[in-house]
């Protein structure tokens, strides 16, 4: 009987193609690591000179390893810096981002899947273009409705005030989840709304019943997408909104502008990185199921 | 009674028209099969029934009560779709109680509900699962499930099986013809599968273009269709269409093989006023090997010369594709009695269960 041997000895064709693969492998690593260095380097400053002591950073400049560790300067980035009189810190402007973030995000999300929901399964004459016309909203910059924003606001009287920043937020986020969720809720077969319809449900009942449930993937996308938009927005803050009532991004303006002492460059880098935090903590952990509810259907 | 009546149903997108002039009616208790080519307008039809689709002109009639206007959940009705379209994120149970539960049904009787309709399918075991955890049958029960809880006046399917594998599918056929045995419910169901309509139905509505061509029971559909359309779309393989010349009273020439014309004596007279040139229209089935015996059998066979060109046994038959002037036709012959290739066989038509069309209107004879 013959033997079969799977050890077929040095085969050189293989072995050059094995190092061939290496090669390549490792060339493309090394570019990406590179990069992956020179993209983290910035942030990496800013957490090391957050930790530093601001004599040593005095002394070694801004870009150096830290020889020193402590975490006062966050704490004082939060409660007692003082930014032209007042010394509370960030504290106040970011729970003023969490209230202006979390509501807008909320109710924009909310309305986009109301909408979404109305423009792909129930449509009318005129829907399309509807749509289309909410989609220049996607497309629409900021600064463009600065003045209407101003007139309206004022006319509400809601200048100055969170409450103002979160209309604001919601009808200008309204485009972006409209078309997620209608783009989304579009791969839902009809046949379901129609068997409902004969099931004796109505608009509300199938929205909540069959279109919500099958949501969650499109519902994160949107509230990631809404919440990063909204608490990392400058413009609106800083345009409608002073002192005590602008939200984190805009206040960290003022901090370094207030230039009554030697710029402190350890409060300044944590009270960055404080106003940086909720989007990185959301990228961090929403991250894949951002990626995965947008290149995902309703149904698998 | 009848349960559904459709008077003069018409429907149309801007300009172009889906439905022409539709009139159809379901006694109680009937099985009406709609089938036809896809485009035909029969699913269209049967989203009108169900009111998912808007009336443009006609009446649609459920028992004594006009519902071209009524809402879907109104109308008394309960559809199985093509897709199941069962509600993804629910288990089979909440699928089956959704629309009691819509209604407002006790939950002591949707209880009572899915316990029976759970028992008659034999899905018991599945009621606790999703959808998405069942096999193609599986979903096809729930979804008829879904339907028969509601114990509705007319029961209406889009296509129902022809999501299902081939064999899986005659099962389920067979599931359906019994199922309505048993619960006795009006049914309209949709298939473009012959076979299907000719199997389920208690009466056939054969559409094309919009307008239903044939509606009558599957035997006189099958042995009478009504035009050259329902003859070639109800049957398979095809029925075979021949071009023929009246030369008497009852009887007719087709051109052979070789060039000859075969004169083949009719059954029964044409009625005045038939045209010279006709079509003659033979199921392969009713075309045998001549023999004397079997002319004293039936004694309406026709005989005449065709060469073999084909045959192709499937085991309970033997299909030949034969030569008739420059035509092919086809042949169903019992497989001992079936022809060889290349032989020149001595064919008996059988001459009292063959078609005459009209050329020019299609239309038989």
Request: charged share 20%.
């Amino acid at each position: 009987m013959a033997e079969i041997s799977l050890n077929a000895g040095h085969d050189p064709e293989a072995a050059a193609a094995t190092r061939q693969y290496f090669w390549n492998r490792f060339l493309i690593y090394a570019v990406l690591t590179l990069f992956a260095a020179i993209y983290l380097a910035p942030l990496l400053v800013v957490v090391f000179n957050s930790l530093r002591e601001q004599s040593e950073i005095a002394r070694n400049g801004l870009i150096s390893l830290p020889r020193s560790f402590r975490l006062d300067a966050w704490a004082e980035a939060w409660g007692t810096y003082c930014v032209s009189g007042t010394c509370e810190g960030m504290k106040r402007n970011f729970f003023n981002s969490l209230w202006m973030a979390i509501p807008a995000t909320v109710i924009s999300t909310l309305l986009g899947a109301m909408n979404g929901y109305v423009l792909s399964k129930w449509r009318f004459k005129g829907s399309e273009i509807l749509f289309n016309l909410m989609l220049l909203g996607v497309f629409m910059p900021g600064q463009i409705s600065l003045m209407p924003w101003a007139f309206l606001l004022g006319k509400l009287g809601l200048t100055n005030s969170t409450y103002g920043l979160v209309l604001i937020h919601v009808v200008q986020g309204i485009s972006f989840t409209t078309l997620f969720c209608r783009n989304f809720y579009v791969s839902i077969p009809d046949d379901l709304i129609k068997a409902a319809r004969i099931d004796g449900a109505g608009f509300w009942r199938i929205f909540r019943k069959i279109i919500l449930p099958l949501s969650p993937p499109i519902l994160i996308v949107t509230v990631i997408w809404q919440f990063t938009g909204i608490w990392n927005e400058y413009l609106f803050g800083v345009v409608f909104t002073s002192g005590q009532q602008q939200p984190i991004t805009a206040a960290l303006v003022a901090l370094t502008a207030g230039g009554t002492t030697a710029r402190a460059y350890d409060v300044m880098s944590a009270a960055v990185l404080i106003g940086a935090l909720p989007p990185l903590l959301i990228y961090l952990f929403g991250g894949k199921y951002f990626v995965r509810g947008l290149t995902q259907g309703a149904l698998k | 009674m009848s349960t559904l009546t459709i008077r003069n149903l018409h429907k149309s997108y801007g300009g172009l028209e889906i439905l022409a002039g539709i009139n159809l009616e379901a006694q109680t208790g009937e099985f009406v099969a709609l089938v036809g080519p896809s485009g035909c307008g029969k699913s269209t039809l049967l989203a009108m029934i169900a009111g998912l689709e808007t009336v443009t002109s006609g009446e649609i009639w459920i028992g004594d009560r006009l519902v071209n206007s009524v809402q879907p959940k109104d109308r008394d009705i309960a559809m199985v779709f093509q897709s199941y379209a069962l509600y993804p994120t629910m288990t089979v149970r909440e699928n089956i109680t959704f629309g009691m539960e819509s209604r407002g049904v006790p939950k002591a009787a949707q209880e009572e509900a899915v316990k029976r309709v759970a028992a008659l399918l034999q899905i018991e075991q599945l009621l606790k699962r999703k959808p998405g955890q069942l096999s193609g049958g599986q979903r096809q029960r729930v979804a008829m499930g879904r339907a028969l809880v509601r114990d509705p006046k007319l029961f209406l399917f889009d296509e129902p099986l022809s999501n299902l594998d081939a064999k899986l599918r005659v099962d389920m056929r067979t599931e359906i013809k019994k199922l309505h045995h048993r619960v006795g419910k009006t049914t309209v169901y949709v298939t473009h599968d012959q076979v299907e309509a000719m199997t389920l139905a208690s009466r056939i509505a054969v559409m094309n273009q919009g307008s239903v061509q044939q509606f009558d029971t599957p035997k006189r559909i099958y042995d009478r269709p009504t035009n050259m359309f329902v003859a070639g779309f109800m049957g398979s393989p095809a029925m075979n269409f021949v071009p023929a010349r009246l030369t008497g009273s009852t009887s007719i020439s087709v051109r052979a093989a070789d060039g000859s014309g075969a004169t083949l004596t009719l059954a029964a007279p044409l009625p005045a006023g038939a045209p010279k040139d006709v079509v003659l229209g033979v199921r392969p089935e009713h075309i045998y090997r001549f023999t004397t015996d079997l002319k004293a059998r039936k004694p309406a066979v026709e005989s005449m010369q065709a060469p073999v060109e084909l045959v192709e046994p499937t085991g309970a038959e033997t299909l030949a594709v034969l030569r008739l002037g420059d035509l092919e036709i086809t042949g169903r012959f019992e497989p001992d009695e079936a022809p060889v290739m290349g032989e020149t066989i001595t064919l008996g038509i059988d001459m009292s269960r063959a078609c005459l069309f009209d050329p020019t209107t299609k239309a038989l004879l």
